[in-house]
Each structure stands twice: as C-alpha cells, then as structure tokens.
C-alpha cells in the first residue's frame, strides 16, 4: 500500500513576517498599502523579502541597484526569422550541416518559405507539395534566385526588394 505524501514545512531565511510579525500571521500577508497595490514586500517562503524593482528591458543598472534609464529608441534586431518573414511565398535554397551524421552530413532543401521562427523554418517542396520543418541550429545559409524583401532595423522608410 502506497503512504500518502505529507508536505513538511521548513524555515528558511527570515524567522520574522513582514513588519516584525511571527510567519504565519495575517498581519502583514497579502496587505495593500491602502492605494490598491502592494507595499513592496512579498512572503516568501519562510519569510518576507523584498521584491527587486521592475526594470525595463536593456536598462543598465548601477552596483547600488538604481536602474538608469535610457531614451535611446528600442529596434528590432536583424534574425534570420524576421528575414524569412518578409520572403515568405519565394522559392529559396536551404544548405544545412548536420554534425556526426554518418548517413548525410550536408543537406541542401530547395522550396517555398511558408514560416519562419526563433530556431525553426517551415519550407514547402515545390515537386512534392511535402512540407519541412528545418532547424535553423544546422543552417549555414540561405540563397534565393530573386530579389529578397528586407528592411533593416531602426531604418524608417519602405521595404525595398534588394537587387541583384
């Protein structure tokens, strides 16, 4: 027969809750600063702590913890997805190595980009209609027989064909 589980509990860190009542209290769990948000501390397990200030992606933050804050215009980065993205619906060459693969170490995927993601491309055979879900760890590089759609990141204007 099988014995139930049975939680145990430990203490951990901080023996006092928040505002010196003992853990496991109510006072100070789950309290508002009267405003409708929270007073800055959390319960943790074992006790409070207090909870690190939000900071927005890519902001530095000084060794005292003072987060500086920067006006400097977020771009999107240039990835291969958001390429692929923008030439879905071409015919594009796909050479792939596939490390310590006795049967094919290089691989070479000719078809129709129908998606692209972080570490995936979704390819279309033009012959076989059959569709491929490449991952772009073993991609080496892509080639197209036609003007590909790109606009780099943080330039306004319109999205021009590149010529060949």
């Given amino acids: 027969m099988m014995q139930q589980f ?3 509990g ?3 860190g901080n023996t006092r809750g928040v505002n010196g009542a003992p853990n496991g209290s109510v ?3 789950g ?3 009267g405003m409708g948000m929270n007073n800055g501390m959390g319960n943790g397990v074992g006790g409070s702590y ?3 200030p939000q900071v927005a992606s890519g ?4 060794p005292t913890g003072n987060v500086v804050s920067t006006n400097a215009p977020v771009f999107e980065q240039s990835y291969i997805e958001n390429i692929l993205r923008l030439n879905v619906g071409k015919v594009g060459t796909f050479y792939m190595t596939y490390e310590n693969n006795k049967e094919w170490n290089a691989r070479i995927f000719k078809g129709v980009v129908e998606a692209a993601g972080r570490d995936h491309i979704i390819i279309s055979e033009p012959d076989t209609g059959r569709r491929v879900i490449l991952l772009t760890i073993y991609l080496d590089y892509i080639t197209f027989d036609e003007p ?3 606009q780099y990141p943080g330039v ?3 999205m021009q064909p590149m010529r060949r």
């Avoid at 902001?59 to 000084?62: C, D, G, R």
């Fill in 10 to 12: 430990y203490t951990i």
């Fill in 6 to 8: 049975q939680p145990v």
């Fill in 148 to 150: 590909i759609n790109y």
């Fill in 31 to 33: 309290m508002n600063n």
């Fill in 156 to 158: 306004p204007g319109t």
């Fill in 27 to 29: 006072m100070g769990m």
């Fill in 50 to 52: 207090m909870k690190p």
């Fill in 59 to 62: 902001n530095p933050m000084t």
